[in-house]
């Protein structure tokens, strides 16, 4: 897999578990050119309005203050293109109906699996 593709490109990803996010943003940075980060879906927002160029974002759906789902569909409301790729320790029928209704390209399991973020990234490409 070529990773190379990728790192001329901005990520924005929320993660409310700072263990996890520092972890997988040091990953993340070894893709991305650059990474910005947010611990909930409210942060989320907001770093998003500073960084409209960002090219993917991806987020955790539960977490506290605003679920990654309605942080999803408010920055589409503001308005990207930008695919949305979401992480869930969790299988819960309801949420992937509702990131259904908002346009989710992708859901990946936690732990993350690398290769399967990648690959996932490279088909969006494609």
Do not use: C, W
Request: a negative charge; proline letters at 2%.
């Amino acid at each position: 897999m070529n990773i190379d593709q990728f790192k001329d490109k901005k990520v924005l990803y929320v993660e409310d578990d700072i263990s996890i996010m520092k972890s997988f943003s040091t990953i993340l940075n070894k893709i991305f050119g650059e990474v910005v980060t947010a611990q909930n879906g409210q942060e989320g927002i907001e770093v998003f309005k500073q960084n409209k160029d960002v090219s993917f974002i991806i987020s955790d759906i539960k977490m506290p203050k605003m679920d990654g789902l309605d942080m999803l569909k408010e920055i589409k409301d503001i308005g990207t293109n930008s695919p949305f790729i979401l992480t869930t320790a969790h299988g819960e029928y309801d949420y992937f109906l509702r990131a259904d209704e908002i346009g989710v390209y992708r859901y990946i399991q936690k732990p993350i699996n690398i290769n399967e973020l990648v690959q996932a990234l490279i088909e969006y490409k494609s």
